[in-house]
């Protein structure tokens, strides 16, 4: 089963990072790798207010599976994996206009955004997002704003945005994810790790850095994920459990009766430090908060912003403005959190839970 749910608190509609491109709030795959490439998750929140889902397993069609590109990347993952870019460069690192055609010409395009209108996430109170693949078994994945379906894959009429994939040309039209997945790496929330050489031609192909203009302003708490796919009703459960535990200072961590115990769960609340500790696990060191050197602005960044919470108590806030009426004129604080890698996604269904402000 695999299940993503977490909570996190947006800032303030309209205040962000004066260079901001869009933020990234969860990642989990080999960066090195595009997001739209086999074994990837990724959520984003888009400028125009919506929040973007991309998601590849094993079987989905990408850029590198395109029967025209076997010549220029091989067939398989481990060949893929030798040449990352093969899909637009030769082994030398030099233009390949023919393989760049084949990928281009493939429409693979699979992702899903809720409707920008509904724009919930930004209003500065906490939220509750769950991403998960289908518990039937079938081909796709849906994803919960507050226990409401706010997107899905495939397409389902009148939920989020209908961005055409469902047309016979597109070779995802039956949705992606359910099948198996294994993303590499840590997972990460509030910044976009991606190759090096996209931004620096002469960075080395296999090098991966942190995008200073896709951080996420906004706090995280009660990160939890699945190794089976929720239900409607299980995701209702769960964001009901949360609500009636709203005045306290932490939300318990007994899962409803109705949801299994998720593989890892972080609550997120430690106060202090850069270690974030698993509750399944026990490992006070499972997650990490950090940054990249030279992303900080005019600030002596000694200590993660934690923060306290009407709410959920002690939790992290990603990132900080001290200047919230002109930004560009104040400090910037970019920060960004990893997590141990689990596999989750061994038989294709999966789901993640975290919570948002």
Same mark, same amino acid.
């Given at each position: 089963m695999h299940v993503c749910h977490a909570a996190a608190q947006r800032h303030e509609a309209g205040i962000n990072f004066p260079d901001y491109q869009r933020e990234q709030f969860f990642g989990h795959g080999d960066a090195i790798f595009p997001t739209t490439s086999f074994d990837q998750v990724h959520i984003q929140f888009e400028k125009d207010g919506a929040i973007r889902t991309i998601l590849y397993d094993q079987v989905d069609w990408t850029r590198y599976n395109l029967p025209c590109m076997a010549d220029h990347c091989g067939s398989t993952?481990?060949? =893929?994996v030798v040449n990352p870019h093969c899909y637009r460069y030769f082994a030398n #690192?030099? #233009?390949?206009?023919?393989?760049?055609?084949?990928?281009?010409? #493939?429409?693979?395009?699979a992702s899903t955004d809720t409707h920008p209108a509904i724009r919930d996430y930004d209003n500065g109170l906490w939220h509750h997002l769950v991403l998960t693949t289908r518990p039937d078994g079938q081909k796709g994945f849906n994803q919960y704003l507050d226990g409401v379906l706010r997107a899905a894959s495939p397409y389902v009429q009148g939920v989020g945005e209908d961005k055409g994939y469902a047309d016979l040309a597109y070779l995802n039209h039956l949705g992606v994810g359910g099948d198996p997945i294994d993303p590499v790496g840590d997972i990460r929330l509030c910044g976009r790790?991606?190759? %090096?050489? =996209?931004? *620096?031609? *002469? %960075?080395? =192909? *296999?090098? %991966?850095?942190?995008?200073?203009r896709r951080y996420f302003r906004g706090k995280v708490a009660h990160f939890a994920v699945w190794d089976s796919a929720l239900s409607q009703e299980q995701v209702n459960d769960l964001h009901k459990s949360y609500v009636d535990k709203y005045g306290l200072t932490v939300t318990p961590f007994e899962m409803p009766s109705n949801i299994p115990t998720p593989m890892a769960y972080y609550f997120m609340d430690e106060g202090h430090g850069w270690d974030l500790k698993e509750s399944v696990s026990q490992d006070s060191m499972a997650g990490r908060v950090n940054y990249v050197e030279g992303h900080q602005v005019n600030h002596n960044y000694t200590e993660p912003n934690w923060i306290y919470d009407d709410v959920f108590g002690r939790t992290i806030a990603c990132g900080e403005i001290s200047n919230k009426t002109h930004p560009e004129l104040g400090s910037l604080q970019k920060d960004f959190i990893t997590l141990n890698d689990v596999a989750y996604g061994a038989n294709g269904r999966w789901a993640i839970s975290v919570w948002y402000k």
């Open positions: 993952p481990e060949e =893929w #690192g030099t #233009g390949n206009p023919v393989a760049e055609a084949c990928w281009r010409s #493939g429409m693979t395009s790790k991606k190759p %090096a050489v =996209w931004s *620096d031609e *002469d %960075a080395e =192909w *296999d090098f %991966a850095q942190y995008d200073p």
